[in-house]
T-cell receptor
Framework: AQKITQTQPGMFVQEKEAVTLDCTYD???????LFWYKQPSSGEMIFLIY??????QNATEGRYSLNFQKARKSANLVISASQLGDSAMYFC??????????????FGAGTRLAVHP | GAGVSQSPSNKVTEKGKDVELRCDPI?????LYWYRQSLGQGLEFLIY????????KSGLPSDRFSAERTGGSVSTLTIQRTQQEDSAVYLC???????????????FGSGTQLSVL
């Protein structure tokens, strides 16, 4: 069965430090996509970064990078130089196919990140 | 429109009443998704539309839940005879086609906070 696991309910980090948010996944598909979304207290879901299963390079988007270890089925998010505005819930998600050639995202339980000054 | 729009942003209702939640996706997006997020939890998939049809209704929690989409655009999620356990944030998302297996990201609305008293 396809599943996303985020084992850290909450994380703390000092401003300007780097932090890693863990994500492991389970799928039997060879082709899949992994996403990270940020959800601030306002509630909207903000797309951060994407990694395809066949991408050879780890994805990077500004201060966000994805540590993709395919053999271990992990896709950890690394935030460098944390800022106070990074305090939010972070969700790891995986695109999974279903019948008819369509697909949907399934989400992990999330990690709440608190950045301290 | 510029983004995914949901209304109302907040809805308080009494147990046993019916409610309708509305989602207006990004113009031109054919795929539309409904998710539910209970307090402090991850996102639970409810239903997916491709155009006006729903190839995947697997996440609807009971027959009190239904959804429709008209004109390939606006979608309405209806909950009949609401129960207290229906209290959650209902998020709508859209994507361009829903058919790219890995790359296509979802754009989310700000959600409807439903409170059943």
């Amino acid at each position: 069965a396809q599943k996303i696991t985020q084992t850290q309910p909450g994380m703390f980090v000092q401003e300007k430090e780097a932090v890693t948010l863990d994500c492991t996944y389970d799928t039997s598909d060879q082709s899949y996509g992994l996403f990270w979304y940020k959800q601030p207290s306002s509630g909207e879901m903000i797309f951060l970064i994407y990694q395809g299963s066949y991408d050879e390079q780890n994805a990077t988007e500004g201060r966000y990078s994805l540590n993709f270890q395919k053999a271990r089925k992990s896709a950890n998010l690394v935030i460098s130089a944390s800022q106070l505005g990074d305090s939010a819930m972070y969700f790891c998600a995986m695109r999974v196919p279903f019948s008819g050639g369509y697909n949907k995202l399934i989400f992990g339980a999330g990690t709440r990140l608190a950045v301290h000054p | 429109g510029a983004g995914v729009s949901q209304s109302p942003s907040n809805k308080v209702t009494e147990k046993g009443k019916d409610v309708e939640l509305r989602c207006d996706p990004i113009s031109g997006h054919t795929a539309l998704y409904w998710y539910r997020q209970s307090l402090g939890q991850g996102l639970e998939f409810l239903i997916y539309f491709q155009g006006n049809s729903a190839p995947d209704k697997s996440g609807l929690p009971s027959d009190r839940f239904s959804a429709e989409r008209t004109g390939g655009s606006v979608s309405t999620l209806t909950i009949q005879r609401t129960q207290q356990e229906d209290s959650a944030v209902y998020l709508c998302a859209s994507s361009k086609t829903g058919q790219d297996r890995v790359k296509e990201k979802l754009f989310f609305g700000s959600g409807t906070q439903l409170s059943v008293l």
